[in-house]
């Protein structure tokens, strides 16, 4: 009768006994367990390895496995070892799908908790937008009422409402008198030599190329109209305070904001449209807005009744805004067909003058540098250059395919950019009266704004995205792709120092170094 371990129910090369359960162990084996377990493997009973017996016994020489003595054997053994990997692989791979699966949806839940709280964060945003209106309108100071939170500081902008009493101005024209024509020359004089004398030299601190391609986005700001309604629609800064930025949105409003302390100065309501158009007086913390309700609305920002004046031009919506050099009057354009020229100071209309074309509405107008020409862009592609004191068309530029949607001219008084509904800006020669250059962009590409920096060494086109030229060479520089809509804003800074620009997705931002 062979000894057998009891463990590993093999023939043992060391037996030993037990004195406690009597039972047969490999020494190796036992000693192991006992060394973990201090027990014996059988009854449990406490063990040591001094307590055990060794067995003395003949060497034994173990016979070879049946399964071992035959080459059909030994292939048959590789071949179980052959199944038992392909199954223990296959066992892996379904591991390793499961796992996927787990990670996948681990990872689908992880976006779409991202989802949610975006979208709870942009609804936090427009109710702290809608209670930084209402409280201060309210006169009850913003914070939180929780008791275990502090107050909130949200900016608590000066609301601008539109004063009861101001008086409908008459919509008859006075005229321009003879000290206002005088007026206006002089001031043309006086610009035209600036001018010449600011075109012999580029200006100390404008922005270099170089360094404006190297603009990136520095602030985004989103709550500076409704939510609700979203849509900037129109910018403008301060020349003086270029600290001070307006825009006008979709929500009827108009709002003054200063992009040092990022908080809002003013929100300027009246208007009964949306504003399309906007101007920040160079030199005046005055405000000019236009908007479909037909009406101009002059805003003294500074003061506590802010509304000054409501200028009543026009029988339709108005489609553009430009003030004069002077900085005393206003130039409007509107889908009745006719530009106004009217004083911002007392709120008359001066003179109104009809495009004279059937079926052809303007779409836009700015003044020239100099104030003595001005010009409107028409519905059927036009661009036209009147003659201020004459209140006559001096010339006709046409070119374009759709409504003109925005013109702007450089303030070397030489070039005019326009753009339309067809892709492209042109640029045009004043003195020759020609086109010379055409800017061609991507098909499907929208233009909704041109602007020249006050050097008149860039120009800056707003619209599918925001991108800059340098003027003379008209080479593209910069591309900026950060708004998720429409852009319909573009300003530049204090010699190019940064750019703003403004779009449909109710953000207006902020490029430079």
């Known amino acids: 009768m062979s000894l057998v371990c009891a463990i590993s129910n093999e023939v043992p090369e060391h037996p030993v006994v037990s004195p406690v359960s009597g039972s047969i162990f490999e020494r190796r084996l036992i000693e192991k367990y006992i060394k973990e377990n201090n027990t014996d493997p059988i009854n449990g009973e406490e063990l040591t390895v001094e307590q055990l017996v060794d067995i003395k016994t003949a060497s034994i020489v173990k016979p070879k496995p049946v399964t071992g003595t035959s080459i059909p054997a030994i292939l048959k053994m590789l071949q179980d070892e052959w199944d038992a990997v392909m199954l223990h692989a296959f066992t892996q791979r379904q591991q390793l799908q499961t796992a996927r699966q787990e990670l996948s949806h681990a990872l689908y839940q992880h976006d779409a908790a991202c989802r949610v709280i975006g979208r709870l964060t942009k609804e936090v945003t427009a109710a702290r937008e809608a209670l930084a209106t209402l409280k201060p309108q309210a006169g009850i100071s913003v914070g939180d009422s929780s008791a275990n939170a502090g107050p909130t500081t949200i900016p608590q902008p000066a609301i601008a409402m539109e004063a009861a009493g101001v008086p409908n101005q008459p919509t008859e024209e006075a005229g321009i008198t003879d000290d206002i024509i005088k007026k206006l020359q002089e001031k043309a004089t006086v610009l035209t030599q600036e001018r010449k004398k600011r075109g012999r030299t580029v200006p100390e601190d404008l922005m270099d190329q170089e360094s404006l391609k190297g603009f990136k986005t520095l602030a985004s700001h989103p709550g500076l109209h409704s939510a609700s309604v979203p849509g900037i629609l129109s910018l403008d800064i301060h020349n003086e305070d270029t600290s001070k930025i307006l825009t006008g949105g979709n929500d009827k409003n108009a709002t003054v904001f200063n992009k040092d302390t990022e908080q809002i100065i003013a929100v300027l309501k009246g208007h009964t449209k949306k504003v399309t158009r906007v101007i920040y007086h160079p030199n005046e913390d005055v405000v000019i807005t236009g908007s479909p309700d037909t009406t101009i609305r002059v805003w003294n920002v500074g003061a506590s009744n802010p509304l000054s004046q409501i200028i009543r031009a026009h029988e339709g919506p108005v489609t553009g805004v430009s003030l004069h050099p002077t900085g005393d009057y206003v130039l409007s354009t509107s889908v009745d067909q006719n530009w106004a020229f009217s004083d911002i100071r007392t709120g008359k209309l001066l003179t109104k003058v009809s495009s004279q074309t059937s079926n052809n509405t303007l779409t836009t107008g700015q003044f020239h540098p100099d104030g003595l020409i001005f010009g409107t862009g028409t519905s059927d ?125 109710r953000t207006l931002k902020l490029y430079g170094i």
């Open 381 to 505: 592609s036009n661009v036209v250059i009147w003659d201020l004191k004459e209140q006559s068309n001096v010339a006709t530029f046409s070119g374009h395919s759709g409504p003109i949607t925005a013109i702007s001219f450089s303030e070397n008084g030489y070039y005019l950019a326009t753009s339309a509904d067809d892709c492209c800006v042109k640029l045009w020669d004043l003195r020759k009266l020609k086109n010379f250059k055409t800017l061609v962009m991507d098909d499907g590409y929208e233009i909704k704004d041109l602007c020249f920096d006050q050097s008149g060494t860039y120009l800056g086109v707003a619209g599918t995205d925001v991108r800059v030229y340098m003027c003379k060479q008209w080479q593209e520089l910069k591309v900026f792709n950060d708004h998720t809509a429409l852009a319909t804003g573009i300003r530049f800074g204090k010699h190019s120092q940064f750019i703003a620009s403004t779009s449909m997705d």
